[in-house]
Nanobody, 126 residues
């Protein structure tokens, strides 16, 4: 069974950088489409970034494009989200998600992912 555990969240100031890590157990990250979503209080879960199982292509939400990067660490079996130039509106709980079979058109859809972590809080102060 796939288990995902996020880490790296915290309180930072606007303009700072932060790296989140999603550790997968039970399976190998390269065999899954991996993604990060976030959810702020009272808002819907928002797509942040994804890296595809085949080929490793990356995809980003419009609000983070150019500031965030996503990568896989095969040695650690993690998927990392590097966040630069953080803004107060980036504050949210960040969730890691995984799915082995979704199609490209669904990569930004939370409902397409079978496995989720418990989330890690990121708070950006102004």
């Amino acid at each position: 069974q796939v288990q995902l555990v996020e880490s790296g969240g915290g309180l930072v100031q606007a303009g700072d950088s932060l790296t989140l890590a999603c550790a997968m157990s039970g399976r190998t990250v390269t065999n899954y489409n991996m993604a990060w979503f976030r959810q702020a209080p009272g808002q819907e879960r928002e797509f942040v970034a994804a890296i595809r199982r085949n080929g490793g292509s990356t995809h980003f939400g419009d609000s983070v494009k150019g500031r965030f990067t996503i990568s896989r660490d095969k040695a650690k079996n993690t998927v990392d989200l590097q966040m630069n130039g953080l803004k107060p509106e980036d504050s949210a709980v960040y969730y890691c998600a995984a799915d082995a079979t979704l199609i490209l058109s669904s990569i930004r859809t939370a409902g397409a992912y079978d496995f989720w972590g418990q989330g890690t809080q990121v708070t950006v102060s102004s």
